[in-house]
T-cell receptor
Framework: GIQVEQSPPDLILQEGANSTLRCNFSDSVNNLQWFHQNPWGQLINLFYIPSGTKQNGRLSATTVATERYSLLYISSSQTTDSGVYFCAGGTSYGKLTFGQGTILTVHP | GAGVSQSPRYKVAKRGQDVALRCDPISGHVSLFWYQQALGQGPEFLTYFQNEAQLDKSGLPSDRFFAERPEGSVSTLKIQRTQQEDSAVYLC????????????FGPGTRLTVT
């Protein structure tokens, strides 16, 4: 099956800093999503991005499908951005394989 | 409309008990998935339904795990004779599939087996 590798595993920032999270896939995917898991465990959809670039406020994502990686950019980070960020990819009917996550801590 | 809902949110079971976890997907979503998330890990796929048909159950860890979706809407994940290693958060997700594979997740059920 697909292997998903996320980096970095941990990231500590001061409020206002920018960051980039990366996700590498072992094989091509036709379904790729980024999630933020809040402290209560809810997975919040950030982006559905099998290819291309999308932006939503301070967050943006880029997927280079031919090179099997995706990037999540967080600009002007806030304490409320803290939590675990997951990328997940899949093929065919959409079954997702998740990475191990990046734990983001933003200090005031 | 409402998102994916799951019940109960928390379940404590004694080892050997049977449990049933419920998932209500977003109305009209054809695809339904169950995932298991152990502490500190990413979710792992358990099983997949398209309408009422269970098309992939390759992730179910043992024959003690059983899932159904008899009318193509609500789904139930049943675990028989629970073991301590079954302690985890069980997540349900649904997808409309026809135009997008994007999955939307419920809040999960945290199962603790004592």
């Amino acid at each position: 099956g697909i292997q998903v590798e996320q980096s970095p595993p941990d990231l500590i920032l001061q409020e206002g800093a920018n960051s980039t999270l990366r996700c590498n896939f072992s094989d091509s995917v036709n379904n790729l999503q980024w999630f933020h898991q809040n402290p209560w465990g809810q997975l919040i959809n950030l982006f559905y991005i099998p290819s291309g670039t999308k932006q939503n406020g301070r967050l943006s994502a880029t997927t280079v499908a031919t090179e099997r990686y995706s990037l999540l950019y967080i600009s002007s980070s806030q304490t409320t951005d803290s939590g675990v960020y997951f990328c997940a990819g899949g093929t065919s009917y959409g079954k997702l394989t998740f990475g191990q996550g990046t734990i983001l801590t933003v200090h005031p | 409309g409402a998102g994916v809902s799951q019940s109960p949110r928390y379940k404590v079971a004694k080892r050997g008990q049977d449990v049933a976890l419920r998932c209500d997907p977003i109305s009209g979503h054809v695809s339904l998935f169950w995932y298991q998330q152990a502490l500190g890990q990413g979710p792992e796929f358990l099983t997949y339904f398209q309408n009422e048909a269970q098309l992939d159950k390759s992730g179910l860890p043992s024959d003690r795990f059983f899932a159904e979706r008899p009318e193509g809407s609500v789904s139930t994940l049943k675990i028989q004779r629970t073991q301590q290693e079954d302690s985890a958060v069980y997540l349900c997700a649904s997808s409309i599939r026809r135009v997008s594979y994007e999955q939307y997740f419920g809040p999960g059920t945290r199962l603790t087996v004592t």
